[in-house]
């Protein structure tokens, strides 16, 4: 891997040359396209009646250096526009200017054709100059517009020879930025790819398979609300895409270098063993809506890109909350999002997506839910996507809900379901039971009937998007005034329990068990059949302060926070042995659903189900916190799991399976008690006999071993 700070400073045009010759170059490919003698552009634009290419020298420039008229007789194609010009190479800055019937809502046709636009095929992007506000009025002052940055080719990547599939990952949800923004982390470049990097080792030592890059592509960290904005606060996410081929320029060190950068990270943790996989945005734009900022699309293809309100074209219909929706499955824009999808992969290497607000993607031209979408189809039937897993956040901000039904064959979802039972039942909710056992198997009532398997099920407990995991087991309600909204946003519906004293608090008996409750989410989350995902900082305790959307706050409030305590350290530790564990046992990872059923007082394969008595779990009391399962090794001669989980206020002493006289093993061992706060080897466990003693609001893990 090169090291960020040896990169050499990409070529700058050479002014020696002006004016740059022009031919009338190809409409293939979309954007600029380093070639031997020069770069040639292209830019979709179906009204057009003129347009101009801006080049300029730096980010800085306030003038272009040249400005190239396209002639409609030589430099269109359809409702393409293109024009190569000789001697340019990699480095230069360019925009284009576009004049004709727009149909923008909130600018004139006049007034549109004097913004510069930003190529939305942008491999490398810069926004030293970019305003929002501007942006978003006819007559701004200035130069507010963001720029494409002309890269050089990377070529594919040669990290996709196999299928790669979620069977046996263990995902781990991060913000690039945030993950080494703060001082503690000690690396050379906090908040970016090449910080990143840096901590590979402490991801290794964690464990996990695969990480989930919250939006990596070029977004607008002015889109949020005014209050928030008057606080000095920026967009902190990333759900507000802009480009959707450019890595963002504030992760990387040089951003003119920003697809080496990027896809020089993917390398070294593919290096290291773990698949990367990108949180992506293709519901909405950060044009937003009507009076949102002409950025591009808006400007290029504006009836094309979004849903429009067939009542008052000047209005866009939202069904994502954020001012506009991508009319997904129009042709011309599936081919877009089919291509950047493409490139993610072909090029920088990636090995899957996850797809904000998904549910968009069901919808038609006029915002109707259609029976077979083209769009998901089209995805699993790409010979480059269909490598690689695909992953639905099954909703969107309009009640279409999908879970269990994402139109498609092997898109996995997230499975909200999951987080809202497991939360219930750890903070004491009773008459779970058979909801609990149904999550913890894989959740095949919400997946087996259309032939998906245990992998389709992304588990997960905490997402960026609510409470950090302590902050679940701390609050009861949300404290979200630093977003400058008065404490209105986000969910009032967060399923937590704060142990008795809202926040911050003192008493040792609520800190225990808060962290033994937080071990127990952890624990569930683990010992369960499908994906896992972990929220980045849930393993060392990180905190929000009960901040339930922190989107805004790029600080101490997201960032994680290196100098770990005590409590953090056990924390950790905890966290990594059952990582451990999981991988030790393939029986909590299942390729299909459970089937064993308990007959005759007798354990069939698979799986049995108990109660604090033997094959009698409490399916139909409405008072049970208790329940306890038995699984079968894997291959034969592999060790069986015992898991008993307790969120009863008081311990109990429940029948533990006995042996066969001729079986291979005799003797039950404890591995793990989140009462005891360990999750231990097997060569140091604690023996079992017939019955095993479980804590209040606790969570055993047996295993069979010989006596």
């Known amino acids: 891997m090169r090291d960020p700070d040896a990169q050499a400073q990409p070529s700058q045009p050479r002014p020696h040359h002006l004016p740059y010759a022009t031919r009338p170059g190809s409409r293939f490919p979309p954007g600029a396209s380093v070639q031997a003698d020069g770069v040639n552009f292209c830019v979709f634009c179906r009204h057009a009646t003129h347009v101009e290419l801006l080049l300029y020298d730096s980010d800085e420039s306030v003038q272009p250096l040249q400005v190239v008229a396209l002639d409609r007789e030589e430099n269109r194609t359809f409702y393409f526009w293109h024009v190569f010009v000789v001697g340019l190479v990699a480095g230069c800055r360019y925009t284009w200017r576009v004049s004709g019937p727009h149909g923008v809502p909130q600018m004139s046709d006049e007034a549109v054709s004097r913004k510069e636009l930003l190529d939305s095929y942008a491999r490398a992007v810069s926004d030293r100059l970019y305003d929002r506000m501007q942006a978003s009025l006819a007559d701004a002052p200035g130069n507010p517009s963001l720029r494409a940055i002309v890269t050089e080719p990377l070529g594919a990547s040669d990290d996709h020879a196999d299928v790669r599939t979620l069977d046996d990952a263990i995902v781990y949800e991060l913000h690039v930025g945030g993950f080494t923004r703060d001082a503690s982390s000690g690396v050379r470049h906090p908040g970016t790819f090449a910080g990143l990097i840096e901590k590979i080792p402490y991801l290794v030592e964690l464990g996990v398979t695969h990480v989930e890059l919250l939006p990596v592509m070029a977004f607008d960290e002015a889109d949020l609300p005014a209050s928030a904005a008057a606080r000095g606060l920026r967009n902190y996410w990333g759900y507000s895409t802009h480009s959707f081929f450019s890595p963002h320029p504030r992760y990387c060190v040089e951003p003119a270098r920003a697809p080496q950068e990027f896809r020089a990270c993917v390398d070294a943790l593919h290096a290291a063993g773990i698949l990367v996989l990108l949180d992506v945005v ?187 995991l302590f902050d679940l087991v701390s609050h009861d309600t949300k404290h979200n005034e630093a977003n400058g909204e008065g404490n209105r946003d986000g969910s009032n519906d967060n399923l937590s329990w704060n142990g008795g004293v809202e ?55 997201s960032w994680m926070n290196w100098r770990l305590a005590d409590d953090a350290r056990a924390m950790l530790h905890f966290v990594r042995d059952l990582i451990a564990l999981r991988k030790r046992h393939a029986c909590l990872r299942r390729r299909r659903f459970l089937t064993g059923r308990p007959e005759n007082g007798h354990m069939q394969p698979d799986v049995a189900w108990h109660g604090e008595r033997l094959n009698e779990p409490a399916w139909n009391d409405p008072g049970a916190r208790f329940v306890a399962f038995t699984l079968a090794g894997h291959a034969r001669g592999d060790a069986m799991l015992h898991i008993l989980l307790n969120m009863n206020d008081d311990s109990r002493d429940a029948a533990i399976p006995l042996f066969d006289a001729d079986a291979t093993h005799n003797a039950w061992r404890r591995v793990v008690d989140t009462s005891s706060g360990f999750a231990r080897a097997p060569d140091t466990a604690e023996r079992e006999r017939e019955r095993c003693r479980i804590d209040a609001r606790s969570i055993v893990v047996l295993e069979s071993c010989r006596s």
């Open 282 to 468: 293709f519901n909405h734009t950060s044009e937003a809506g009507m009076n949102g900022p002409v950025i591009h699309f808006k400007a290029f293809a504006n009836e094309i890109f979004y849903l429009l309100d067939p009542a008052d074209a000047r209005r866009y219909r939202d069904y994502t909350g954020c001012g506009n929706t991508v009319n997904c499955n129009h042709p011309l824009v599936s081919a877009f999002i089919l291509r950047a999808l493409e490139y993610w992969v072909r090029d920088i290497g990636v090995d899957g997506f996850r797809f904000d607000l998904a549910s968009v993607f069901a919808r038609g031209g006029q915002g109707e839910l259609m029976a077979t979408p083209p769009l998901p189809w089209a995805m699993e039937a790409s010979p480059v996507l269909a490598r690689v897993p695909l992953i639905a956040e099954a909703w969107d901000a309009a009640g279409l809900y999908h879970v269990g039904a994402f139109p498609g064959m092997a898109w996995a979802e997230w499975n909200g379901r999951y987080r809202d039972v497991i939360r219930r039942f750890v903070r004491g909710e009773p008459g779970l039971i058979g909801q609990v056992c149904t999550c913890m198997a894989g959740s095949a009532d919400l997946f087996q009937d259309d032939g998906r398997l245990p992998a389709n099920s992304i588990n997960f407990v905490t997402c960026h998007d609510g409470f950090t």
């Open 503 to 557: 926040g911050e608090t003192s008493d040792p008996a609520i800190v225990a068990l808060r962290l033994k409750q937080a071990r127990n989410f952890m624990a569930i989350l683990l010992l369960s059949q499908g994906v896992p995902m972990l929220l980045a900082g849930d393993e060392i305790l990180r905190t929000q302060r009960g901040n339930n959307n922190a989107f805004c706050q790029d600080n101490e409030c």
